[in-house]
Structure formats: C-alpha cells, structure tokens
C-alpha cells in the first residue's frame, strides 16, 4: 500500500496519485464524519450530502413525497440551522431518532472535503470511532490518499492527528509505505501525542489533542465542548460510511446499496 | 507575541492577522533561505530575486553597465542554470566569490514565498544556520508570521521544522502565543524530533529529519546530498536577510541599505 496524506482538499495531488485507481478517505473530527459514524452505527440508513442550506431543502423537499421524509441535518458556524431536524453533535444521532432513515447533511468543511473526493475510486468517511474499522476496510488497497477537511481553508490538528493515526497504522501493521511527508508529518504526530496509548487512555489522550485543536477550541468556544469527549471514543463503532452515489453524494454502510 | 505559521505559501492568511502590522519569516530551508544565510555571511552585499531565469538574466544584463555586474545564481530541478555564475548550493557562496557582491536569483519554491509575503511590514529570511540570529531580531514584535516555502505547492517537512523550532524558542523563551494549528504543530513536532537536543548532536539530528524529508529525498537523488548537512549546521551564521525594496524583491543584511 503507497499512503499519502493532504492536510486540506485545496491541496494539490500528490505527484504520480491517480485518483481513478485509489481510496479517499476523507476526515472531518469535529464533527462531519465522527456523526456519520455515528449515525450510521445507529441505524441510519444513509446520508446524502449538499454544500449549501438550500439544496439539502430542495432536494428533501422532493424526496418527501414517495418514502419517509429525509431528516434535515447539519451545522452553520458550529451551530444547528434553523428548521433542521438535527444538529452536528454524534449524541443526537441515536437509534430512536435516525434508525432507517435518510439524512439529508450540509456541513462547511465536511461537505466540501467530499466533493474534493469526488473522482476517486472509492471513498470512505473515518473518524477516531470508527478508526479500525476503515483501517481493515481498505487493508488490501494499493493506493490510499486520506484528505483532511480542515476548517474554512485552514488546517487543523484534529483532522492531521486522525491522518496520522490512519498512516501509522497502515505503515506499522500493513507495511505501507507514507509517500508524501504530509503523510510523514502527520504520523509522526500520532506517535509523538498518542502513539503508546491504548484503550481508555488512548480516547483520553485523543481528547486532550482535540481540545487544544482549533476545531476543538472553536467547540468550546460555542459551549459545545461535550462533543469533543464523544469524538475521542476510538473504535467505539464499526461502520464505514462509504460513498455509493455522487450527484448528490451519498454516503452508506452498505457498499451494495447504490 | 502573536505568532502564526502557514505550511505552504498558497495558504490563506490566518485569521486575525494583519500583514500590514507584522513581520513575515520566509522559510525555504532546502535551499534557497540557507543560500541566503551563507553568503551574507560571506559579504554578499544583497540578493535580487526573479521568478524566471530570463527575468534574472534582463536585470542583470541592465545593471552590468554601471558598477560590477551582478552574479546569477539559482536553480531549476535542484540544477545549476546554464550560464548562470553559481547555483544553489550553500557551500558554493564564498568570501572569494561573492563578498561585495550582487546576487540576482533565482529559484522555484524561494522566490514565490518571498513574493507572497510581499504586503508584510517586514520580510526576513530564516534558515538553520540564522535560526537565532533571527529569533533575536523578531524578539521585540508583536505579530509574527512563518512563511514556508514548500515544493511545488506540496507541504515539505524541513521547512515545517524550522517553522516549529521558530515557534517554539518564541514560545518557551519570549512568551509567544501560538496563534493557529500550524503553528501548534509544527512545534510540537521540532519538540519530538529535536526538542531536547543542542550543539552537535541538535545539528546531526536535524540533518537526519531533512534527510527523510521530500526536499532531502530530491536532493540526495540528483547527488547534492552533501546540501543537507551544510543546511543543518545550526546558528552557524550570525545574519538575517532582510527585503529591504520589494519590485524587484531585494535582500541584504543591512536593514538601511535601501
């Protein structure tokens, strides 16, 4: 496996990626792809993501007629959007509220991340939850390239220490070989923050990073620092939201679906 | 202090900063600010830069009727330019060859993170070789921003380095705030890989980070790995490249020259 790393979606390529024969992955800690995670753990049936307000309505709006209403979802500034169903925080995403459902997503950074992923070909959503799971998911790949979200064209540590998580364990237990030095950098980070933790204080030792994160300073700030300890939970779940449409772009556990 | 970093020159500016207000460190440390460094320190009485090779040539061609004519340098691909005087190796910049002497240059990544601090109040150049030299001239103000220079538009470890051992000497000893996650990362890197180190044995591991960094790797491969430690000899030199006009960008140690 040849893994790079992009701290942001502007960033260009790395040199010989052909984006046709390789694996996005695409990370949003805090908080797009940490709720993904989440909801699709709780039974959400999958998520289709817009980047602006107006076309997740649109498009929701349409789909009322024929099937159970999609849930409106998603974030403005960190904060809910009026007449949205759901905010951008994984607790609210539970069983009883999203079980089978459809959510319609618009996130700043998230969203935008996902479409800079769009001609790839495979695309993954990770998250510290689901962290194993993608890194068995894409175990037989050749080419994998991880895309950090970042915030308003701004890298985060956040989204760098997951990158890094993501590549040393590909490197330690699957011998891939980290071909850019984002890739290098970002691993070396992990190592040097969290590498020797496991279990319960490997989640606290990701938390800590998190907070001290712009993204997690920019929860704070807002009183929504809850979600932090919530996106720090490693490996508490086990799906993988994967894209299986891209007009618009959809997200499921099931690769099938589509 | 407020200090911030940016690991590529394309990046937007952090929030909050002033350009106008603050002082920019443009970081190239393979090789372009190294460059700089040494022949400064060996008399040179100022650098010209030029984005084209044929831009160098025309200015140069221009001043060659009223005083000594100016010597070109630079580098294309990590290679000397034909019919250029020297290329871009720091060991080539002796007192015999360039003291009193103008430096038109040119180079890939150098030149166009020197122009895109061009609307900073003050523009200095920062190495290994002047790394306390210039943490010694910025002490005194208020915003700081470190420039790097990357490759190609891709992010290159040696010069996130040198951007974390900036941020954190301005951090642990003149009480800096460490403004964005650039920033906060990238010292936390230098703390990791050379934090605890001084004197030769901080200068050996800095020549072990450039050599596994992109910029190392192109260097060893064209067989100018010879560069790498020469750029890592740490406060080698005592001078600070300063841009002292800005059309065409000039340098010299001097701040009043202009």
């Known amino acids: 496996m040849r893994l790079t790393v992009s701290f942001l979606p502007s960033h260009r390529l790395p040199v010989g990626l052909d984006p046709a024969a390789a694996t996005a992955i695409v990370v949003d800690v ?23 307000v107006e076309a997740a309505r649109q498009w929701a709006a349409g789909e009322a ?20 169903d759901l905010g951008n925080s994984p607790a609210e995403y539970t069983v009883s509220k999203v079980q089978n459902r459809t959510l319609a997503m618009t996130t700043t950074n998230g969203t ?3 479409a800079a992923a769009a001609n790839f070909q495979h695309v ?31 890298i985060t540590g956040e ?15 699957q011998g891939a070989t980290l071909e850019n030095d984002e890739a290098r950098l970002a691993a070396e980070l992990w ?28 929860l704070q700030r807002v009183g929504m620092g809850d979600d932090i300890r ?22 499921s556990e099931e690769e099938s679906l589509a």
């Open 30 to 52: 805090l908080r797009a792809t940490s709720v993904m995670s989440a909801a699709l753990a709780s039974g959400a049936r999958r998520f289709v993501t817009f980047e602006s």
């Open 65 to 84: 007629d024929h099937r159970q209403r999609p849930l409106l979802c998603g974030e403005r500034h960190c904060q809910p959007i009026d007449g949205f």
């Open 112 to 114: 935008r991340a996902l």
């Open 124 to 154: 993954v959503a990770a998250s510290f939850l689901n962290l194993s799971a993608v890194a068995q998911r894409i175990r037989d790949r050749t080419a994998v390239h991880v895309l950090c979200a970042g915030t308003d064209g701004a």
């Open 159 to 173: 989204d760098v220490l997951l990158a890094g998580a993501l590549a040393a364990r590909c490197r330690d237990r």
């Open 191 to 218: 190592r040097a923050g969290c590498g020797s933790a496991t279990g319960g204080e490997l989640a606290e030792r990701v938390a800590e990073r998190l907070a001290d994160s712009q993204g997690g300073r920019n």
């Open 230 to 251: 919530r996106c720090s939970q490693v490996d508490s779940v086990a799906v993988v939201p994967t894209v299986i449409a891209r007009e618009p772009i959809m997200l």
